[in-house]
């Protein structure tokens, strides 16, 4: 089994930065990508940004300029630096992990954490 743990939610004040951090552990052989989506009350859970096992990542537009997202292979970790947050990004947000667990998986498996929670205050 895989596990996938966030950490670093919190109440933070428009214009303040917060930092998520996501592990994953288990049995793993390899993850492909990692990222963070997030979701609202009432509302679909959305991409917020990803990151490849080369490095390569991508964001939601509204988030490009204010979040960093990157990753310590070694550790099976991924961070989200989070900048001039504003009010709109109140949600909680949720980590996955793309993981094959053996050498003749072919495709990967993708594995949610529970999700934390990130209110910014106006």
């Known amino acids: 089994q895989v596990q996938v743990v966030e950490s670093g939610g919190g109440l933070v004040q428009a214009g303040g930065s917060l930092r998520l951090s996501c592990a994953a552990s288990?049995?793993?052989?390899?993850?492909?990508?990692m990222g963070w989506y997030r979701q609202v009350p009432g509302k679909e859970r959305g991409v917020v940004a990803q990151?490849?096992?080369?490095?390569?990542?991508n964001y939601a537009d509204s988030m490009k300029g204010r979040f960093t997202i990157s990753r310590d292979n070694a550790k099976n970790t991924v961070f989200l630096q989070m900048n001039s947050l504003k009010p709109e990004d109140t949600a909680v947000y949720y980590c996955?992990?793309?993981?094959?667990?053996?050498?003749?998986?072919?495709?990967?498996?993708?594995?949610w954490g529970q999700g934390t929670q990130v209110t910014v205050s106006s």
């Open positions: 288990g049995s793993i052989f390899s993850i492909n990508a």
């Open positions: 990151i490849t096992s080369g490095g390569s990542t």
């Open positions: 996955h992990a793309d993981v094959r667990m053996s050498s003749t998986q072919t495709t990967s498996f993708r594995y």
